[in-house]
């Protein structure tokens, strides 16, 4: 997995989590600007499910490899999942919905670095 990658992904994720913050409380709805930072977050999210899936065979313990692999399966799903939320959702909980995703997506991707490290 490429580091550098992963803390772009985490530094994206931090950036649509204050963004749909913001939208939250001044009472936004999400438009082309929000969606193009979640487009961007599930091209890195999707880029580091390849290399990561290429380099599974560097993690030995069983256990670790398959929380590895869950993480990285369900990362792609958390941006599209909370995008296709808020386009739906007409309210501000729409706007919280997608900050807790983006907030999840940065844990998870920083967990994952945190399992590659260990085994590299």
Known sequence: MIA??????VAVSVTLCLAAVWY?????LIDDRLLAVAALLELGVVVLLVAGL???GRIGDATERATFVAYLVSL????VGTALLAI???SRWAMGSM???AFAVGVMTARLL???MAYA
């Open 4 to 9: 550098a990658l992963t803390y772009v992904v």
């Open 24 to 28: 939250a409380v001044r009472d936004r």
């Open 54 to 56: 290429l380099g599974l």
């Open 76 to 79: 792609p799903v958390i941006p």
């Open 88 to 90: 739906k959702e007409k």
């Open 99 to 101: 900050a807790v995703g």
């Open 114 to 116: 945190q399992i590659w």
